[in-house]
Nanobody, 124 residues
Framework: QVQLVESGGGLVQAGGSLRLSCTASGFTFSRYAMGWFRQAPGKEREFVAAITWGSASTFYSDSMKGRITISRDNGKKTVSLQMNSLKPEDTAVYYC?????????????????WGQGTQVTVYS
């Protein structure tokens, strides 16, 4: 069955860095766009970053652009999110997602599969 398993979350001081990883199985990874969303307590899930199937294009949220980099390895079926200069407002559960639908990369409706999420907590 389809699985997206995130790792790399944790507790980090403001200004620090984390690298999230997501390992996929159960579908043809190289044919899917991959993305990251996040959800903070009491807030709606929001877009963070996405990458096309062949890594030709990447997309970033305005709130994190310049501090994050998304990358993928189709051979290893993994997608990563390098996050630098983290702020307390980046605290959230981060979700890995995979999508083959047409549409807006920034919208959750593009994506077919979701991981369980990994907690990122940034303290000041």
């Amino acid at each position: 069955q389809v699985q997206l398993v995130e790792s790399g979350g944790g507790l980090v001081q403001a200004g620090g860095s984390l690298r999230l990883s997501c390992t996929a199985s159960g579908f043809t990874f190289s044919r899917y766009a991959m993305g990251w969303f996040r959800q903070a307590p009491g807030k709606e899930r929001e877009f963070v970053a996405a990458i096309t199937w062949g890594s030709a294009s990447t997309f970033y949220s305005d709130s994190m652009k310049g501090r994050i980099t998304i990358s993928r390895d189709n051979g290893k079926k993994t997608v990563s999110l390098q996050m630098n200069s983290l702020k307390p407002e980046d605290t959230a559960v981060y979700y890995c997602t995979a999508g083959a639908r047409s549409g807006n990369f920034y919208s959750a409706t593009k994506y077919d599969y979701w991981g369980q999420g990994t907690q990122v907590t940034v303290y000041s």
